[in-house]
């Protein structure tokens, strides 16, 4: 009886990815929602305006994509990140850099929260396919201007599965749980911010 019941805990324990979304969906949904209301993809000024968030969120991730530890659990990490390709996709439809507002940083974060705030970047290239059609209704395409929202070699359902098989591996206490849970929130506030900075 012991022993079953152990089984039956183990069964009934969910995964990280699953109480990430348990735990974000509201917060995800509203901001989608949010930069939907923008038209970010009315014109190329509209989405260059889309570009300058997607920008200012990936600089501040940037330093995750080469943490050591994180690259010891997903072993294409560095790969994985986009923020080269956002600055090209700027380029692209001419926008200067140097121009461009990148007044939030991250503020370092433990290894837990880091979880969370990979899988909102990561989950944000899941669902990219909708947002690519978008642009290129206005021209773009993965080798102009928004090849930060082109899927990765391998697809994008096998890039997910990948990373969320690696994720769902590690071992969190309840306490870190909360604050990998909070990580995740933390990472669509910040985006959230963005937006209401960069959309006035």
């Not at 012991?2 to 990280?16: C, F, G, K, R, Y």
């Not at 899988?119 to 396919?129: D, P």
């Not at 090849?147 to 599965?161: D, K, N, V, Y």
Request: glycine content about 4%; overall charge negative.
């Amino acid at each position: 009886m012991i022993a079953d019941q152990h089984v039956n805990n183990e069964i009934n324990t969910p995964s990280l990815t699953t109480l990430f979304k348990l735990n974000t969906t509201t917060i995800h949904d509203n901001l989608d929602k949010t930069i939907m209301t923008k038209r970010p993809f009315a014109s190329l000024d509209r989405y260059a305006l889309f570009l300058e968030v997607q920008y200012r969120f990936h600089l501040a991730i940037a330093p995750l994509y080469s943490d050591t530890n994180l690259s010891r659990l997903v072993s294409d990490l560095p790969t994985r990140q986009r923020l080269s390709h956002l600055e090209q996709d700027l380029r692209d439809i001419n926008v200067d850099l140097s121009e461009v507002t990148t007044s939030v940083n991250l503020v370092p974060v433990d290894y837990p929260a880091s979880l969370g705030w990979l899988y909102v970047s990561e989950g944000s290239n899941l669902g990219a396919e909708y947002l690519l059609k978008a642009a290129k209704r206005i021209g773009l395409s993965e080798e102009f201007g928004a090849s930060h929202l082109a899927p990765a070699t391998i697809g994008r359902g096998q890039s997910w599965q990948d990373f969320t098989t690696a994720l769902n591996t590690v071992e969190l206490t309840k306490e870190q749980q909360t604050l990998a849970i909070n990580g995740a929130r933390d990472a669509f506030s910040l985006v959230r911010s963005a937006v209401d900075c960069v959309f006035v």
